[in-house]
């Protein structure tokens, strides 16, 4: 997992790897520290997950709750087939704003 | 294989988190190893299978560690069905939450609770049964029959494998 603050206000999350029971808490301790710290506009990069489960889910619809609660937003990059199919099956392709790169997810 | 089931993978985990990534390896490797299933077949099950090891381990999380999660994939010659039978503290099936529509704001006040309806959609057939002594998941893919039962070497395209070429480096030709 890996930070980039260098397009402010964005701050850029990429993560990699499986995101699930054992890993997502790193991810929300990540989310919740930045939060903590002022960030607003949380973009969260997908496109280097190998696996999502519902904990991850859980995790990052805890980040958007929280970010749009301070008038922030958490959005994603994305476009792995097998990983949108996780948020296609439970609905929440259509809670969260998912793009396809980062610069158009900075770009808003 | 004689329509009978057939086991094909036996597993006992812990019940800690960092162990769901080993049964996924496990049942997937399991999977792929006995059947001809598209990758999209497998990633399905891996996923549905990482939901119900989720769901056991948390089950657990008050009780003793010695405890194991048993996950099992057993086939016929229509079906896998990977099971995974937790002792952990059970749960009703009556009381699951029902999650307002995706349109709806007070969707997102739902961060767990996604792992059932999950399951439900990505298996062919599921079961649940607890009990105070904990929950056995079902879970059943219907997909044909086993590589080793109709012999792998069939499945290959021989035309397109360039054997003569590999024939006269072999030979020093």
Redesign the interface.
Known sequence: MEVDDTSPPFVVIVVRG?V???TAPKLREKLVELASGGAKQVVVDLEAVE?L???G???L??G??RLRGLEGDLTLVCTQP?ILK?FE????N??FTIYETVDAAVAG | MDGSPETVLCLEIPPRAEFVAVARLAVSTAVKSRRLLADDRVADLTLALSEACTNAIEAHYAKDEADRVSIRVDEDDERLVVTVQDSGSGFDLMDLPTHPAVTDPNRLNFERGLGIPIIRTLVDEVTFTSDDGGTKVTMVLRCPPSLVENGAVALIDLDALDIDAAWDDESGQ
Do not use: C, Q
């Open positions: 499986e699930d029971i054992a696996f489960d519902s904990t889910l859980g995790v619809i805890g958007m709750k097998r996780v099956i439970t609905g929440l259509r809670a």
